[in-house]
């Protein structure tokens, strides 16, 4: 199973991107998704997560400013990301917790990470 991110990039501030993410590979479901972040020098936090059925939860530092959906059908995750600050730069970095057959328990997979630099 692979993860592979994409739509990092530079912005200015008050800008926007959008971060896409795919899951590839054997896959049997996929429960939670989520996005975290991880500032230079800082550690990994969850920015904003989705269930299978669509329930979300987000950071308080960006709700109402970035949007989370997902494509079942291609086991794809989507971050909208508007009116981006200086402080929402970061490496970004898709999870997910899946299972890749039946019988097997749920396990973590995490795409590799996309760089998202907001300029002032």
């Known amino acids: 199973v692979q993860l592979q991110a994409s739509g990092g990039g530079l912005v200015q501030a008050g800008g926007s991107l959008r971060l896409s993410c795919a899951a590839s590979g054997s896959i049997f479901s996929i429960s939670f998704m989520g996005w975290y972040r991880q500032p230079p020098g800082k550690q990994r936090e969850l920015v904003v997560s989705?269930?299978?059925?669509?329930?979300?939860t987000y950071v308080d530092s960006v709700k109402g400013r970035f949007t989370i959906s997902r494509d079942n059908a291609k086991n794809a995750v989507y971050l909208q990301m508007d009116s981006l600050k200086p402080e929402d730069t970061a490496v970004y970095y898709c999870?997910?917790?899946?299972?890749?057959?039946?019988?097997?328990?749920?396990?973590?997979?995490w795409g590799q990470g996309t760089l998202v630099t907001v300029s002032s």
């Open positions: 989705i269930t299978s059925v669509g329930s979300t």
């Open positions: 999870k997910a917790d899946l299972r890749t057959t039946r019988w097997q328990r749920r396990d973590d997979y």
